[in-house]
Structures are given as C-alpha cells and as structure tokens.
C-alpha cells in the first residue's frame, strides 16, 4: 500500500477558509481527510502540505508515526512553527483516517478504545457567527446575556463568549467593570447550573489580565482563557496562581517542548491544545499523555471546520482527562452540506455519542465544497484608543 497524492480542497467559511486535505492510496476507494485551517495564511498552508507531501509519496500511508517524524524533522526546520505544524496536521489527521479505515474501527479505538460514553460540547454565542462572537462589543451586556439564553434554548450547557475589551497593557477601572457588567449580565440570564467560559483572546498584559480574573471571579467561570499572551509563561502562573478560577491556554502552542514549559510553571489548568494547529493527532497524543501526569485537563481548541471537529471528538473519547469540545455550527448555514459524520448529537445537552464509522467517520462532499471557492478572509484588526496596534 503506497501514497499515491496529497490534495488540499479549499472552502470558504467566511472569516476562516477551511483548508481539508485528502491523502490518496493505490487501494481502490481507500483515502483519508484531514484538516488544515488557519485564518489568513491560506495560501501559505496550502504551499505548505504541498511541501510536506513531497516526503511521503510513495510512503505506506499505515505508518502514521514515522511519516510524521519525516515530515517533522526531514526539512532541517523542524515542524513546529505554525504554518507548517498545521500542514503536518492536516496531513496526519489523514492518515490516521486511513489506518481507522483500514482496520475497520474509529479512530478511538487504535488508540486503546472510548474511555467514556459520551462527549459533552460548548458553543460559541451566538453560534459562532461571526457578528454574534466576535463583534458584539463587550459594552452591550443585554445583548450577552440574549445570546446566553439563546444558547440554553439551543441545548446547551455551556458556552464560551468575549467578554473582555481590547486594553492597552495598564488602563484603569472602566474596562474591568465592563467585563464585570456583561459577565453578571450572562449570570443572571443563565443561572447557576450553565457552565460560562470567557475568553480574553489573550488581549491583555498579564497586569491587566490578572485584574479581570479577579474581578470576574465571584461569577464561578468553567475557566478564563488566555487572559494574556501564551508567550508569557510566568505571566500565565501569576495568574493562575492568584484566582480560584481554572486558567486555559494553548491553542497557540504549536509542539510537546513548549506545553512541558507551561505545565512545568503551572501556567494553566485547562490545556487547549489545537489539533489542526499542533501537528495533528501524533503531537497531541503526546501532549495530552503530559497533561495527565500533570493534572491538567483538555479542552482542545476547535472553532475550525468539521474535520477538526471529528478529530477533537475522536481525541475526546480516547483521552481520561478531556473535559469538553468546544463546537461551532451556525458560522455558515451550508455547514452541514459539506460533510457526513459518524458521530450523533443529542439535542438536550449537546452532548455526542461516538462515532460508529471507520476512522474519522467523515466524508466529506467535494461538490459542496466546490460551490465556496477561496476568498480572503474577513479581517479582524484591533487599534486601541491612542491608535496603537492592538491584538484582536
């Protein structure tokens, strides 16, 4: 059994482009889909799985490890940084799609079989549309605490939201009650027993961030993610160090070396390792084999498009120390055109049962896809008040 090809098939999803990649075998019908998105680098993703393939034609597409190590270290550059970590991603959620088929059992099963019955999900507000999520300015505390109960009404027991403002690295009290106001605001509309995430999108200083851990607090947060830069390590320990509130963090964190440093520096509680991001399933393996012996939960990243999301759902069921997927399913309304998945969903409670198909359980329509040819992507940019360069 040899790789024939490696195909990347672009569709447009509005802020992101999904990037899936199909690797090809000289077995009749016998192929594998993964997943390579990362917003505005495209293009440079595409160039990128085209790069990597030039290694493994040829290759036994059943030894996933060894191709990942060729594609990892086989260039001099090793693979972490984050265009080519996500094209090895792609690639390897493939080939990991073709063993599971090959073998003839889902994908959580090569790796020692379901540890749980059922996978619980979040949302983004509003869906993950992009108005909804991202742009509603967190000024707007009603419209927050709308979309809370709109994602209750929706089945859900959880759900993540941006509640905290662009600040420049020290600013006084206005942004912090803010956050305060809006977050109280989805408090009260959702009660008690509704899970609530925040996510600072790692916007603040970790002065800054510090002071909204702190202030939101008394509202009982599932976790507050990234409230500053993954780069800051010790800023991230300061932090969690101080609050109650579980810290998450890592789905900018593209390989095993540098999540060792953050769980060393008890920088986090939650681990949000992204799959598509990290080098795919092989890296994440390992990365959630160092978060067990560190306590730490996961929580994988996942607002991309419906391959990661059978990946995480995949990696959820095999793993004792994953918590919960996040999800996105209003970000485009043709979403469910474009693929059929293995797994179900229940509606009350979101919570999904496994999935019965060989490897990812995925196929995806190559016809829908095609009706999204790429476009750019939507900027989302950030200027503070003094016109400085802020982070989105």
């Known amino acids: 059994m040899k790789i024939t090809g490696v195909e990347t098939h672009v ?33 440079a993703v595409v160039g990128a799985v085209q790069d990597c393939a030039e290694l493994i034609v040829g290759e036994d ?13 086989q260039h001099f550059w090793h693979g972490h940084g984050i265009v080519r970590a996500t094209a090895i991603a792609g690639i390897d959620l493939a080939l990991w799609d073709i063993l599971g088929k090959v073998c003839g059992v889902p994908c959580s099963k090569l790796w020692g079989g379901p540890v749980r019955d ?27 605490a709308d979309l809370a109960r709109a994602a209750v009404e929706s089945g859900f ?39 609530i995430m925040v996510d600072a999108h790692a916007r603040p200083s970790p002065a800054m961030g510090l002071q909204f851990a ?54 986090c509680e939650v681990c949000q390792v992204d799959i598509t991001h990290c080098g795919g399933l092989s890296e994440a393996r390992r990365i959630a084999a160092l978060a067990e012996a560190h306590r730490v939960a996961l929580a994988p990243h996942n607002p991309q498009g419906p391959v990661s999301t059978a990946a995480s759902l995949e990696f959820g069921f095999s793993q004792p120390s994953y918590i919960i997927c996040e999800t996105v399913h209003a970000d485009v309304p043709w979403r469910s055109d474009v693929v059929q998945e293995g797994f179900t969903v229940e509606p009350k409670g979101r919570l999904v049962r496994p999935n019965t198909r060989p490897g990812l359980g995925i196929v995806i329509n190559e016809a829908e896809v095609r009706k999204h040819p790429f476009e750019q992507e939507l900027p989302q940019r950030v200027f503070y008040t003094d016109g400085s360069v802020g982070d989105w």
Not at 13 to 41: C, P, S
Not at 61 to 73: A, C, K, N, S
Not at 240 to 255: L, W
């Open 61 to 73: 597409p059943t030894r996933v490890e060894h191709l990942w190590q060729m594609m990892y270290r």
């Open 11 to 43: 569709c447009h999803a509005r802020m992101r482009n999904w990037v899936f990649v199909k690797v090809l075998t000289d077995q009749d019908g016998l192929f594998g889909w993964g997943e390579a998105t990362l917003e505005w680098h495209t293009r």
């Open 118 to 144: 059922h996978v619980r999900t979040y949302c983004h507000l509003g869906g993950g549309r992009m108005e909804d999520f991202y742009e509603t300015a967190a000024e707007d505390a009603k419209r927050f």
């Open 214 to 267: 702190k202030a939101l607090e008394p509202y009982g947060l599932y976790f507050f993610e990234e409230p500053c830069w993954p780069e800051s390590v010790d800023g991230l320990a300061m932090i969690n160090k101080a609050v109650s509130t579980p810290i998450a963090t890592g789905e900018r964190v593209t390989n095993l070396a540098a999540f060792k440093d953050l769980f060393n520096a008890r920088a």
């Open 157 to 195: 027991t959880a759900f993540k939201s941006m509640a905290v403002p662009p600040t420049l690295p020290l600013e006084g009290l206005k942004p912090i009650r803010t956050a305060e106001k809006c977050v109280a605001a989805m408090r009260e509309a959702v009660g008690e027993s509704i899970d």
